[in-house]
């Protein structure tokens, strides 16, 4: 069908078909930059992140760019073909009948046919978002209701509205992939509209499941906690509760680098990056399931050899000792193990590194001599059980309760509450006063002109005071060993008690107190200072410290004067 002319005079006739094919022209790039920016702006709204948000508007000012230098180029051709046709008295009126005619009907009716489907999509669209709106609240309501998840409405709500997000992108995406095709948008168009959509859709998808991971993992911990906490499993739950945080963190990490991955696969330039996803993620569950084993196998060993005996009895302290042997051996060898996985994972031969640790480990164990040593004679110490948690030592010059028996150190915390750490390799001589009983000795100093046998008395009396206050630590009655040292400033009488194991150092002052309250009572003088020995003995036999001999830090020792 031929277009009608416009007027009888060519040149009026050429300016008023260059008019309309300019329009027509301005009208089609002004339309699809409007409905780019629409759909840019409706998925931005959804997806709800600034980063989004930025990358969106800088979107959006391209397009705007595009449109204008378009705009520019249609006007601009437009001019000078209008003048070229009036220099040339050529008139344009055969050449817009051949461009209609080329424009086939078809061509018109796929337009409009096109045009129905968008149309129709969109109104479906409006439908489906009432609806879709309905169905979340209707989620976030039951969620709300769940008591395993009282604790997390910030995470609810964030759940709705990352949700609502996803559904209007999705949304979009489905408009797309229907209406594009319909309408023969060009491939450019139609690859950007694609790849921003996806992208955004993407996002959203990983937004998402990252809250419901995180949601699902809360109502898993509350429903564990309240079926678990009493059985027999209850111990063994209560390990790995801990690691909640760090199981939601890998969670969304992992999720994340998923979408990651999905996005780089979207772009043929970066497709040589889209394997790093998947190995990180399995390097990152590797991680995680090595970190469960180690927690789990703690678990094991304190309830398989610690049991629930108390901490005072010698074989419990004994096994509560192998037991932190056991666990940081059995934690270095699975985090090892993890190690030589994670390296086959990202493609690294272990054969070679294996091969190689071992004359690496030879070459370190002739270097390192004293870190040998060290861990040889941490190992006698454990398994013969010369020292053990929670035994009050003297080592040196420092004295107090075992902290904890490692492989190549001991640490020892004295009375003052500082920790001392010794190399197994340089510990020589072990005094322990946890070991069957101890003898607390006191030595008494008193006149020349006392009356022995009132000594005598009284300190038994002092003993029997000491015995009725303290039944726990008490074995024996206190025993006068009688005198030992005659000096110039008194005599030195010497008492003794057989007492439980441990710290000693108490004892002995209650025993002076009440000596002196006796003394007191039955007019009895002290000549000089006293001083404790404490005698660690299987058979009786008496080995005090002598005179001048310092205790430990926090120690009360007082010298007794020269014999004469």
């Known amino acids: 069908m031929p277009l009608p002319r416009f007027s009888p ?11 309309v094919a300019t329009t027509i022209l301005l009208l089609a790039p002004l339309a699809l930059t409007v409905f780019l920016r629409w759909v840019v702006r409706q998925a931005t709204q959804s997806v709800r992140s600034k980063t989004v948000e930025s990358a969106a508007e ?16 249609v006007v601009v ?25 080329y424009a086939s009907v078809r061509t018109g009716q796929d337009l409009l046919r096109g045009v129905g489907i968008v149309v129709a999509i969109g109104i479906g669209w409006l439908a489906l978002r009432v609806f879709f709106k309905s169905l979340l609240d209707r989620i976030e309501a039951r969620l709300r209701s769940v008591a395993a998840l009282q604790s997390q409405k910030e995470e609810i709500t964030l759940f709705r509205e990352r949700t609502g997000g996803l559904g209007n992108v999705a949304f979009l995406y489905g408009l797309h992939r229907l209406g594009s095709a319909s309408l023969g ?7 950007l509209l694609d790849t921003i959509l996806y992208v955004l859709l993407v996002v959203c998808v990983a937004r998402a499941v990252s809250v419901l991971g995180v949601l699902s993992l809360e109502g898993l911990d509350h429903v564990g906690a309240t079926r678990l906490e009493k059985s027999a499993f209850g111990v063994y739950y209560a390990s790995i509760r801990k690691l909640s945080p760090l199981a939601k963190r890998i969670l969304e990490a992992i999720i994340h680098l998923a979408a990651a991955t999905l996005v780089v696969r ?52 004994h096994r509560v000792t192998l037991v932190y042997l056991l666990q940081s051996v059995i934690t270095y060898v699975i985090y090892f193990g993890a190690c030589l996985i994670m390296m086959d994972q990202v493609g690294i031969d272990t054969k070679p590194f294996l091969a190689g640790a071992g004359i690496v480990g030879l070459a370190v164990g002739l270097g390192a001599q004293k870190l040998v ?13 010369h020292l053990l948690k929670g035994d009050y030592v003297r080592i040196g010059d420092c004295e107090g309760v075992v902290d904890s028996v490692q492989l190549r150190v001991t640490m020892i915390r004295d009375g003052f509450g500082r920790m001392f750490t010794f190399r197994n390799g340089d510990i020589g001589t072990i005094i322990n006063f946890s070991r069957e009983y101890v003898h607390a000795v006191v030595d008494i100093v008193v006149g020349l002109d006392a009356n022995l046998n009132e000594v005598f008395d009284a300190l038994k009396e002092a003993g029997k005071r000491l015995e009725e206050a303290h039944r726990s630590r008490v074995l024996d009655p206190l025993v006068v060993r009688g005198v030992t040292q005659i000096a110039q400033t008194g005599i030195v009488v010497r008492v003794a008690v057989k007492l439980t194991p441990g710290d000693p150092d108490p004892i002995p002052r209650i025993l002076r107190k009440f000596t002196k309250e006796v003394f007191d009572e039955r007019g009895i003088e002290l000549a000089n200072a006293t001083q404790l020995a404490v005698v660690v003995t299987k058979d009786g036999v008496e080995n005090g410290r ?13 010298a007794l004067p020269p014999a004469p």
């Open 9 to 19: 005079d060519t040149v009026s006739n050429n300016v008023a078909l260059t008019v």
């Open 58 to 73: 800088q979107v959006q000012k391209s397009l705007r760019l595009v449109a204008t230098v378009l705009s520019l180029l």
């Open 77 to 101: 051709a437009g001019c000078a073909t209008l003048a070229i046709a009036i220099i040339r008295d050529i008139d344009l009126h055969p050449w817009a009948n051949r461009l209609v005619e």
């Open 185 to 191: 948008l060009p491939s450019s168009v139609h690859w």
């Open 266 to 317: 979207q772009f043929q330039t970066l497709e040589a990056f889209a394997p790093y996803g998947p190995r990180i993620i399995r390097l990152l569950g590797t991680f995680f399931a090595a970190r469960v084993l180690a927690e789990l196998i703690r678990v094991v060993l304190v309830e398989a050899f610690a049991g629930k005996k108390s901490a005072e009895d010698e074989t419990s302290k």
């Open 373 to 385: 040593n060290d861990m040889v004679s941490g190992f006698f110490i454990l398994f013969e059980g």
């Open 546 to 558: 002598g005179a001048g001999n310092s205790r430990g830090a926090g120690s009360e020792f007082l």
